[in-house]
C-alpha cells in the first residue's frame, strides 16, 4: 500500500516527465497548464478518477464505451480468454473460436450483400486495408489508374498516412504534410453551415451532389476508385446528413463505377438507433468499416467488412497472383475478439440498440428544452446517441464567434466542472454528446440541466 501511495505522489511528474500524450497540446501539458488526470474505475456511464472525482461521461470516453463501464460479463470474457489462449496469429487460415464466432456475428448484424471480415486494431489501420483493398480489386480487374480516392471535408477517417488524408479536418494536415496527393476532398454533407442561407434542404443535397459530379469530371471517373463517408459526421461536428444525401450521392458512385466505402466506425452497433449506419440511411456500401462500437472498447479491435462483389474480385486476385500481402500481427487477436463477442451479445440481451433510438430522442429533446432558444445556440442537432450543440455569436445572421475565443472548450471545462463529460469538437464551437447506450432518463436530464448551467456561466 505504501509503494503504491509513493507511486501516486508521483504520477502527475511522471506522467509530464514520460508519456506522450495523443491529440494533446504537448507543451501546455509539460509546463502543467493542462489538467493531469488519472482514471482509475468505471460503472455505468459514470468514470472516477484517483482522487475519487466522479463524472458522468457523457461521450462514453471517445464514443466508443456503447454498453457502459464496468460490464463483468466482458471481463470475464477477456480473463477466461487470455488464460486458455492469450494468442495465436490468423496468417495462412489460422484462426480461433473467438475470432470466427465474431466474424459470422458480424456478419449476422450487416446489411445482407457483405460477405466477410478482415481484423485490425483500430479504425485508422482498418480504413489503411480499406484502401489498400481497393486499389488491390482494382488492380486485379486491369485499371490500375483508377486509384484516387474522394473524402468529405469535415470527415473522420483516422490519423495515420492515408488515413490522415482521408480526414477532412485541417488539424490532422497541419505541418505533417498531407493530405496525399491520391486523395481528394469534396463538400461535406453540413446544412447548418452551408455558404447559401437561401437554400432549402433539397437545393443543398443538389449543391453537394454537383460538387461531386465537378470533381469527377475534372479528375476524371477513370482514375476514381472509391468513395469513403461516415454515415452521420462524427468529429467534424457530428452532423446527421440532409434528407435524400446518401441515395443521390451513390447515384453518382454506381453511375461512374466508383466503390463506397462506410466509414462505421463511430455509427456501427448501435450509435444512431439502428444496428448500422448504413442501413440506417439506405447505404449499400462496398465496404464498412468498424471498430469502437466492435467491443465498447473493452480491449482494442476493429474491421473492413467487404461485400459479396469485392470478395469475389479479391479470391480471384489470389489465384492468379498467390497469397494476399496484407496482414497485422494482431489481426484477431483473440482477446479482442472475445471482447467483441461478449460485447454484441449484450448489446442483445440489454435491449441497448433500441435503447439508444428512444434516449437519443429523449435526449435531444431535454437538449433543446435546456438550451435550444439561448441567443448564442445556432443548433441543437442529433441522431440516436450522437447529439451536439453548435454555438454562435449571432443566431439571426448565423455568425460565428471568432476561433480564437474558443466558447466550446470553455463550455466544455464548465460543464467538466459540474461533474459532466462532453466533448469540445475540432473546427468550430460545436459541443458534442455521445454517451453509453445504457444512458438513463435522469442521468440524460442530468446532461441537460447542468449544461444550461455551464452555458449560463460562459455566455449569460
Not at 138 to 152: A, D
Not at 267 to 288: A, E, Q, V, W
Not at 406 to 416: G, H, V
Request: charged share 20%; glycine share 10%.
Amino acid at each position: 500500500m505504501g509503494a503504491n501511495m509513493l507511486q501516486n505522489d508521483h504520477l502527475a511528474q511522471w506522467d509530464r516527465d514520460n508519456f506522450f500524450h495523443p491529440s494533446t497540446h504537448l507543451a501546455e501539458f509539460a509546463r502543467g497548464d493542462l489538467p493531469h488526470r488519472v482514471i482509475t474505475s468505471g460503472e455505468g456511464c459514470h468514470i472516477t478518477d484517483r482522487d475519487g472525482k466522479r463524472w458522468l461521461d457523457g461521450f462514453a470516453g471517445l464514443y466508443c464505451v456503447n454498453v457502459g463501464y464496468g460490464r463483468q460479463e466482458i471481463a470475464d470474457a477477456i480473463a477466461a480468454q487470455a488464460r486458455e489462449l492469450a494468442y495465436y496469429h490468423a496468417y495462412v487460415g489460422h484462426g480461433t473460436e473467438a475470432s470466427i464466432t465474431l466474424a459470422k456475428m458480424i456478419l449476422d448484424r450487416a446489411p445482407a450483400h457483405m460477405s466477410k471480415v478482415y481484423f485490425g486494431l483500430s479504425g485508422s489501420d482498418a480504413n489503411e486495408t480499406n484502401i489498400k483493398l481497393v486499389w488491390y480489386y482494382n488492380n486485379v480487374l486491369g485499371r490500375p489508374e483508377k486509384k484516387k480516392i474522394i473524402s468529405r471535408w469535415r470527415g473522420y477517417h483516422g490519423s495515420g498516412l492515408m488515413t490522415g488524408s482521408l480526414t477532412g479536418l485541417d488539424l490532422f494536415h497541419k505541418k505533417f504534410d498531407l493530405p496525399l496527393a491520391q486523395v481528394l476532398h469534396t463538400e461535406a454533407p453540413y446544412y447548418y453551415r452551408r455558404a447559401d442561407l437561401g437554400q432549402s434542404e433539397a437545393e443543398f443535397v443538389a449543391h453537394c451532389v454537383a460538387a461531386l459530379e465537378a470533381l469527377i469530371a475534372r479528375e476524371g471517373a477513370h482514375t476514381i476508385a472509391a468513395f469513403i463517408g461516415e454515415p452521420a459526421l462524427g468529429t467534424g461536428g457530428l452532423v446527421p446528413p440532409p434528407a435524400g444525401y446518401w441515395p443521390a450521392i451513390q447515384q453518382v458512385l454506381a453511375r461512374h463505377d466508383i466503390l463506397l466505402i462506410a466509414d462505421e466506425v463511430v455509427t456501427g452497433f448501435g450509435r444512431l438507433g439502428s444496428m448500422f449506419g448504413s442501413d440506417h440511411y439506405g447505404m449499400t456500401p462496398d465496404i464498412i468499416t468498424i471498430a469502437k462500437g466492435l467491443t465498447s472498447a473493452y480491449a482494442p479491435l476493429s474491421g473492413s467488412i467487404v461485400s459479396e462483389k469485392m470478395w469475389k474480385v479479391l479470391e480471384a486476385g489470389t489465384d492468379a497472383y498467390g497469397p494476399i500481402g496484407h496482414g497485422w500481427t494482431y489481426s484477431a487477436h483473440p482477446i479482442g475478439a472475445a471482447a467483441g463477442v461478449a460485447n454484441l451479445q449484450l448489446l442483445d440481451q440489454l435491449n441497448l440498440v433500441e435503447n439508444a433510438k428512444t434516449m437519443g430522442a429523449y435526449f435531444k429533446s431535454a437538449l433543446r428544452d435546456a438550451v435550444g432558444d439561448h441567443a448564442h445556440v445556432g443548433e441543437v442537432r442529433g441522431e440516436g446517441l450522437l447529439c451536439a450543440v453548435e454555438f454562435v455569436q449571432d443566431r439571426d445572421s448565423r455568425q460565428f464567434f471568432a476561433a480564437d475565443e474558443k466558447i466550446a472548450y470553455q463550455i466544455n471545462s464548465a460543464l467538466m466542472a459540474r461533474g459532466v463529460i462532453s466533448r469540445a469538437m475540432p473546427q468550430g464551437d460545436i459541443l458534442g454528446f455521445a454517451p453509453p447506450f445504457c444512458l438513463s432518463h435522469a442521468e440524460a436530464d442530468e446532461i441537460a440541466e447542468k449544461l444550461a448551467q455551464a452555458v449560463a456561466e460562459v455566455l449569460g
